[in-house]
């Protein structure tokens, strides 16, 4: 018997009518019914300034997508409207930051063995 590569034929789902709205509009609806503390980069950048707090480099409009708000808590959801939970730093330091977070927790650990010791 000969071996016959078999399809399998779907259905095409049909589509519901309805009324149905354009992406715009959809981005409207949402960036109104976004929380106020939403838009903390743009305030803490405007309270601290447009230079790294780890580094000192400063930076212009150009160059700002390169700074980030980091939360001195860890907290995301609190963002007090004074920024005293914020500092501005460049995508290096708050990489190194988050880095040094995670290898202090690692070295921390006392959980018995490590990987890679011995007894």
């Not at 071996?3 to 354009?22: A, E, F, L, M, W």
């Not at 609806?29 to 803490?44: F, G, H, I, M, N």
């Not at 920024?83 to 290096?92: A, H, I, Q, R």
């Amino acid at each position: 018997m000969k071996n016959r590569p078999y399809r399998i034929h779907h259905k095409p789902q049909s589509q519901k009518t309805g009324d149905y709205q354009s992406i715009e509009e959809a981005l409207k609806k949402l960036k109104k019914s976004s929380p106020a503390w939403s838009d903390y980069r743009e305030r803490s950048l405007k309270i601290h300034g447009l230079i790294c707090a780890k580094c000192g480099r400063e930076f212009d409009e150009k160059t700002r997508h390169l700074l980030t708000v980091h939360h001195k808590d860890g907290n995301h959801l609190n963002n007090p409207p004074d920024g005293s939970n914020w500092e501005n730093l460049c995508v290096y330091c708050h990489d190194d930051e988050h880095s040094r977070e995670l290898l202090g927790k690692y070295l921390t650990e006392d959980d018995g063995e490590k990987p890679g010791s011995r007894r």
